[in-house]
Antibody, heavy 117, light 110 residues
Framework: EVQLVQSGAEVKKPGESLKISCKGS????????LVWVRQMPGKGLEWMGI????????RYSPSFQGQVTISADKSISTAYLQWSSLKASDTAMYYC??????????WGQGTLVTVSS | QSVLTQPPSVSAAPGQKVTISCSGS????????VSWYQQLPGTAPKLLIY???KRPSGIPDRFSGSKSGTSATLGITGLQTGDEADYYC???????????FGGGTKLTVL
C-alpha cells in the first residue's frame, strides 16, 4: 500500500528555521516525482515545487523560488521542505503528494505550520 | 487569483446531480490532462479523476469527468451528504512551467 506520512504539526516564531518531512513507503521511492503543496487557512491549493528522489533533481514554482528548499534522502525514502527564516505568512498546511504521469495520485496527511510571535 | 477558474460554491439536494466547471486556457487545460481532487473537511486532498475522465480504483462511477477545449467539468450524480467537500481541478501549465489548481468549489448537499 502506497503511503506518504508527514511529520507532525509545528509552532514556530518568525525568523526561526524549520524542516518538515514526508516519508514514502509501499512503492519505489526513487522512481516517482514528489511535490509539495501549500494550503493557507481557508484557501486553495498552491504547487510549491517538485523533486525526483532518484537524483534529487528539483524544480520550484516561481512563486516559491528562493523562499523554501526542497530536498530528499533516498536512503530513508524521505523528502523535505525547509525554511531558513519563517514569516507569519508561512502559516499554512503543507502537503506532499506523489506525481504519477499527469496527476497527484497519493497525498500525505499534511503538516500544519503555525508561525506566530 | 487562481490560473484555473471554478465557481466558489454549488449546491443540490440529496440524490440529485451537480456539475462543477473549471475554465483555463490553451497553455493549461487546452493542452494538458485535467485531474480533480476531493477535499473532505479537515482532511488531505484525494484524487477523484485523472487524465480528464478516468477514475482511480475505488472511486464510484457517480463521479465523472470531461474536457472540451479549454474547460473541464466534474459531474457527480446521486448526491450524498458525504459528498460535501471542496473540489479542485488541476493541470500542468506550459507557459508558467508549473502545476496549477483552480480556486476550489465548495459543494453543499442540502
Amino acid at each position: 500500500e502506497v503511503q506518504l506520512v508527514q511529520s507532525g504539526a509545528e509552532v514556530k516564531k518568525p525568523g526561526e528555521s524549520l524542516k518538515i518531512s514526508c516519508k514514502g513507503s509501499g512503492y519505489s521511492f526513487t522512481s516517482y516525482w514528489l511535490v509539495w503543496v501549500r494550503q493557507m487557512p481557508g484557501k486553495g491549493l498552491e504547487w510549491m515545487g517538485i523533486i525526483y528522489p532518484g537524483d534529487s533533481d528539483t524544480r520550484y514554482s516561481p512563486s516559491f523560488q528562493g523562499q523554501v528548499t526542497i530536498s530528499a534522502d533516498k536512503s530513508i525514502s524521505t523528502a523535505y521542505l525547509q525554511w531558513s527564516s519563517l514569516k507569519a505568512s508561512d502559516t499554512a498546511m503543507y502537503y506532499c503528494a506523489r506525481l504519477l504521469s499527469n496527476t497527484f495520485d497519493y497525498w500525505g496527511q499534511g503538516t500544519l505550520v503555525t508561525v506566530s510571535s | 487569483q487562481s490560473v484555473l477558474t471554478q465557481p466558489p460554491s454549488v449546491s443540490a439536494a440529496p440524490g440529485q446531480k451537480v456539475t462543477i466547471s473549471c475554465s483555463g486556457s490553451s497553455s493549461n487545460i487546452g493542452n494538458s490532462y485535467v485531474s480533480w481532487y476531493q477535499q473532505l473537511p479537515g482532511t488531505a486532498p484525494k484524487l477523484l479523476i485523472y487524465d480528464n475522465n478516468k477514475r482511480p480504483s475505488g472511486i464510484p462511477d457517480r463521479f465523472s469527468g470531461s474536457k472540451s477545449g479549454t474547460s473541464a467539468t466534474l459531474g457527480i450524480t446521486g448526491l450524498q451528504t458525504g459528498d460535501e467537500a471542496d473540489y479542485y481541478c488541476g493541470t500542468w501549465d506550459s507557459s508558467l512551467s508549473a502545476w496549477v489548481f483552480g480556486g476550489g468549489t465548495k459543494l453543499t448537499v442540502l
